[in-house]
């Protein structure tokens, strides 16, 4: 320390923690609690493989170096869930934190990292999620990597990443370029590229390109860029037991191999692990790596292959990969390391719009005109609000305006007109409340519907539940049919049964229920068997428990059923199910009036009634047709057909009927005029290529927005109804590392706005299957404790 003094060196001890063991421990904790007086400025704490000395050790260790701990590198397999919770809970004084492979399935980074200015977190193949507040305690961070994580959900990334003020630099995947010999990501074949570890080896030697010929490039070469940024994949994860954790932050369940804790799993290219990284300096510190490979390409005329990228129709496409080709040398410029958030449509713009200070994204630098683009494709795509408010305001302000009767200040600097003009809609101060609760957390209050056999003396006794519909007209109430027969009647809000209908051996799995609206204690319910049959829950005899059993009609049966549902005026109801018929009873006489038949060329999974009209239906069928009919005309000929590109799977009504939501196969959903048939808004919602990803979509608070979900994947989207764009992505997440989850249906809540349930299920067919109800207006921090009785929920057949 004293000769490399002398000659103005800086003087940094390194502590390789690989080979050390516990009978180390004491005297090299005397050597570290001395550092603080010695001349050693800065120590680096470094674990390259496996660790044998105890975490509560290591612990000691860094912690007694204090101020003059500048990187720990970790990765922390062999360190425990221990050491990981107690840096979380109380923080690290270090410059640059790298835990390589952390087990984090939560991040909840709550101690104080003050001095933290870089943090890596690559190849946490078990992160997630965030908790709301994780990154509040970091000040400086500038630099944040998250390459190979699970993180999806754009608008939970974004919140947690808004509490970081220093924040630069920001990583998801790592965009380099080489050529075809010796390139960085290997060869699979036909072009295809393969995983590859990160390198700082430079790939291509090219003549520099200065900043300004950067600068001056035209908005064409901006748009070419931006098409060649990330694309649409399906990522597969290695599944655990559900049973095997519940720890919803730190997850030690899956063991990765060693090749997987390489230490060439270090930080990605770029990353500068020195103390000292002035801002000038990271702005641009990839220039001469990638960016400035892939614009020179781009000066020289390349042609990028823009089906190298999945569009946004959601069209398959070369992973990874884009190739071009200039004087006789080739090159490949590939995505390393991606993170399944890089898949979401427009997420780099999403990014640049949400992070204003952010300069550098995915080793690309961003410029002027890439802020004002990405600003653009914000505003056409996405809603920050809802109801098309721009500024967010506080509830106190908002019920002050109210009682002054003052026109909301957000009307005033709107561009775009709102839903409710200049204040004046009756509904005006109440979309306004939504927006400012909404605005207040981008994490919604989730908790599953704890019903159980339990409530009927049963003590084994568990749900299954397989479909589930909102009463018309009572708040409270919601019934649920299950794969057993069961028909179970709810006070969602209490979570008490209030009528149990037992199957008696009649009943399948329930795949059609629908409540009548006049008569408000009467329920249809229709079983994959064929079994109809009309419940009264009113008029029926009290069981020894308690609970009241209900009163029933049974209509004629409707073989292979998949969904039933009654008109306006409670008088028919028409069924359909597994084949080109559909049938019409008369619900006071219990008859069965006529079977409508060959009204599709293939089965007929999902008919409607209109929500007004008696006589006028429509009908989802998997031939890509939707058709609406009239009873009146006796349904020989449709009144028109409206087709899809895939399969339907259901279609449903506006509440004031002026539209029809059809919802085909893999995210095909789109908005028609009730009237004719004729497309009113497409919802682009990225197809993720499989056929068998069964999309449902539903109306939520009146018309103004609707839900869409799909049995492939784990996330419900929220989308405004009149322009088309994106509000909110609701993600479920399993109880334990790599269960996955499913949108096996879903409904929004008839009386309370942004409120909805979702039936989830595992996709283990051993896993039960939950009834989720999500409040996007309340945040899940804060509402914990309020959560009565149901547990917190930390996140595929057909009919409705």
């Not at 754009?154 to 630099?169: G, H, M």
């Not at 050529?179 to 430079?202: C, E, L, R």
Request: aromatic content about 8%.
């Amino acid at each position: 320390a004293d000769v490399k003094k002398s000659r103005h060196e800086l003087c940094v001890l390194e502590i390789l923690l690989d080979h050390v063991k516990d009978v180390d421990f004491h005297p090299l904790l005397e050597v570290t609690t001395r550092i603080g007086d010695s001349e050693i400025e800065a120590v680096d704490v470094l674990n390259e493989s496996s660790c044998a000395l105890n975490g509560e050790y290591a612990l000691v260790l860094i912690r007694s170096i204090d101020q003059k701990l500048r990187i720990v590198d970790l990765q922390d397999l062999s360190l425990g869930k221990d050491f990981l919770r107690d840096v979380s809970q109380r923080g690290l004084q270090c410059q640059v934190l790298n835990l390589r492979s952390s087990h984090f399935r939560k991040l909840n980074l709550v101690g104080e990292f003050l001095r933290l200015h870089t943090l890596n977190l690559d190849y946490s193949t078990m992160l997630s999620s965030f908790r709301e507040d994780c990154f509040s305690s970091m000040p400086n961070l500038m630099c944040l990597s998250m390459c190979e994580t699970r993180i999806s959900n754009l608008w939970t990334t974004i919140a947690a990443l808004s509490k970081l003020p220093s924040l630069v630099e920001l990583r998801f995947q790592n965009w380099i370029c080489c050529n075809d010999v010796g390139s960085s990501g290997s060869s699979v074949g036909d072009g295809q590229t393969g995983p590859s570890q990160p390198s700082n080896a430079s790939h291509l030697e090219m003549p520099p390109i200065s900043l300004n010929l950067l600068i001056e490039l035209d908005v064409m070469t901006e748009q070419a860029i931006r098409n060649l940024l990330p694309f649409s994949m399906n990522q597969n994860f290695q599944n655990a037991n559900e049973d095997s954790s519940d720890d919803s932050e730190v997850d030690f369940s899956i063991h990765l191999e060693n090749d997987q804790l390489d230490s060439s799993h270090s930080a990605p290219p770029g990353w500068n692990r020195e103390i000292n990284l002035p801002s000038e300096v990271i702005l641009w510190p990839l220039i001469t790596g990638f960016f400035s490979c892939f614009v020179y390409s781009i000066l020289w005329g390349i042609k990028a292959t823009s089906a190298a990228l999945s569009n946004q129709n959601g069209e398959e496409s070369t992973e990874g990969a884009i190739s071009g080709h200039v004087a006789d040398v080739s090159f490949k410029y590939i995505s390393e390391h991606a993170s399944p958030i890089c898949f979401e449509q427009h997420y780099r713009e999403f990014m640049i719009a949400s992070i204003p200070q952010l300069r550098v994204l995915d080793n690309l630098p961003i410029r002027n005109i890439d802020r004002e683009m990405a600003n653009l494709t914000f505003f056409k795509h996405f809603e920050r609000l809802p109801y098309r408010r721009s500024d967010k305001e506080s509830v106190v302000s908002i019920l002050q305006k109210r009682e002054i009767r003052a026109i909301p200040s957000s009307f005033r600097t709107q561009k775009q007109m709102p839903m409710d003009p200049v204040g004046k809609s009756q509904h005006s101060y109440a979309r306004s409340l939504c927006a400012a609760k909404m605005g207040s957390s981008a994490w919604p209050y989730m908790h599953s519907l704890s019903i159980s056999g339990n409530d009927l003396g049963d003590e084994n006794g568990s749900f299954r539940p397989r479909q589930f519909e909102y009463h018309p007209t009572n708040s409270s109430l919601m019934v649920f049919g299950t794969l057993d027969g069961e028909v179970v009647v709810v006070n969602h809000e209490k979570q008490k049964i209030v009528s149990y209908i037992p199957s008696f051996g009649t009943m399948n799995s329930v795949l059609g229920l629908c409540w009548l609206k006049h008569f408000p204690s009467r329920l249809i319910a229709g079983s994959d068997n064929g079994s109809l049959k009309l419940y009264d829950i009113q008029h029926f005899p009290s069981t020894s428990n308690g609970l009241r059993t209900a009163s029933s009609v049974t209509f004629d049966e409707f073989d292979q059923l998949t969904s039933v549902h009654v008109n306006s005026t409670d008088e028919l109801f028409l069924a359909s199910g597994y084949s080109k018929n559909v049938a019409l009873y008369d619900i006071n006489s219990g008859r069965r009036l006529q079977v409508f038949t060959d009204m599709h060329q293939e089965h007929i999974n999902v008919v409607k009634f209109s929500n007004r009209s008696p006589s006028i239906f429509a009908t989802s069928s998997f031939d890509q047709d939707i058709k609406m009919w009239d009873l009146r005309q006796k349904p020989i000929r449709p009144c028109y057909t409206a087709t899809s590109s895939k399969g339907n799977v259901m279609v449903c009504f506006s509440p004031d009927d002026h539209y029809l939501l059809a919802s085909a196969v893999d995210n095909e959903v789109k908005q028609l005029l009730a009237a004719d048939g004729s497309l009113h808004l497409d919802f682009q919602i990225p197809a993720t290529g499989s056929s068998q990803n069964y999309t449902r979509s539903y109306y939520l608070n009146g018309k103004d927005y609707i839900i869409s979900g799909s049995c492939d994947e784990h996330v419900v989207r929220v989308c405004c109804a009149q322009t088309g764009r994106r509000l909110r992505d609701i993600s479920l997440e399993g109880k334990a590392s790599g269960s996955s989850m499913f949108v096996q249906s879903l409904r929004g809540d008839p009386f309370r706005p942004f409120n909805m349930s979702i039936l989830a299920a595992y996709t283990r067919p051993s896993s039960k299957s939950e009834i989720v109800k999500v409040n996007l207006l309340a945040s899940s921090e804060c509402n914990k404790e309020a959560s009565s009785g149901g547990s917190s929920f930390p996140f595929n057949s057909m009919g409705g």
